[in-house]
T-cell receptor, first 113, second 113 residues
Framework: AQSVTQPDIHITVSEGASLELRCNYS??????LFWYVQSPGQGLQLLLK??????LVQGIKGFEAEFKRSQSSFNLRKPSVHWSDAAEYFC???????????FGKGTSLLVTP | DTGVSQDPRHKITKRGQNVTFRCDPI?????LYWYRQTLGQGPEFLTY????????KSRLLSDRFSAERPKGSFSTLEIQRTEQGDSAMYLC???????????FGEGSRLTVL
């Protein structure tokens, strides 16, 4: 069965600093990988996705993620964080043979001045 | 607005009462999903429809829960004899045919007193 682990429950970064959020997945084949963001009172919004091809994917709001098959990881990065990036971030995995996505428990990002 | 809409956004009920949530997906999407999200957790899959057929149900979906999508358009999620443990955000998402991202609504928050 697919599973997703986000090791960091909370992360605090200073505005302007770089960010990396970790995501590890468990799945037998190449999965479909996603990062979603959830701001307070808002629905989940897709940041980026990986299906195949180039292992470095670009998303919205200046985010990128790198798929590393050898490490079963799909870490999210941003070179310079803005105060508006404070939110909950969820990694999710899907499979071609399945339908629904499995989500990690999320990482809460706090941005300090 | 052509996004996923959910109604009501908030519902407070007493233990033992029945509640029903409605989801209107993006019109051209034939797949519809229900998830549940509790505080500090990622979304947990409940059930999935392709058109009007309910194709997958999670073990989380007890006998008190029932979901329908009668004409392959909107869907309802009913919880009978609510319990305090049912308090959560109920998220609806839709997607087009094939693997890919889910488009989420803003959710329906249930509080059971």
């Amino acid at each position: 069965a697919q599973s997703v682990t986000q090791p960091d429950i909370h992360i605090t970064v200073s505005e302007g600093a770089s960010l990396e959020l970790r995501c590890n997945y468990s799945y037998g084949a190449t999965p479909y990988l996603f990062w979603y963001v959830q701001s307070p009172g808002q629905g989940l919004q897709l940041l980026l996705k990986y299906f195949s091809g180039d292992t470095l994917v670009q998303g919205i709001k200046g985010f990128e993620a790198e798929f590393k098959r050898s490490q079963s990881s799909f870490n999210l990065r941003k070179p310079s964080v803005h105060w508006s990036d404070a939110a909950e971030y969820f990694c999710a995995v899907g499979a071609n043979s399945g339908y629904a996505l499995n989500f990690g428990k999320g990482t809460s990002l706090l941005v300090t001045p | 607005d052509t996004g996923v809409s959910q109604d009501p956004r908030h519902k407070i009920t007493k233990r033992g009462q029945n509640v029903t949530f409605r989801c209107d997906p993006i019109s051209e999407h034939n797949r519809l999903y229900w998830y549940r999200q509790t505080l500090g957790q990622g979304p947990e899959f409940l059930t999935y429809f392709q058109n009007e057929a309910q194709l997958e149900k999670s073990r989380l979906l007890s006998d008190r829960f029932s979901a329908e999508r009668p004409k392959g358009s909107f869907s309802t999620l009913e919880i009978q004899r609510t319990e305090q443990g049912d308090s959560a955000m109920y998220l609806c998402a839709s997607s087009p045919q094939g693997p890919g991202e889910l488009f989420f609504g803003e959710g329906s928050r249930l509080t059971v007193l």
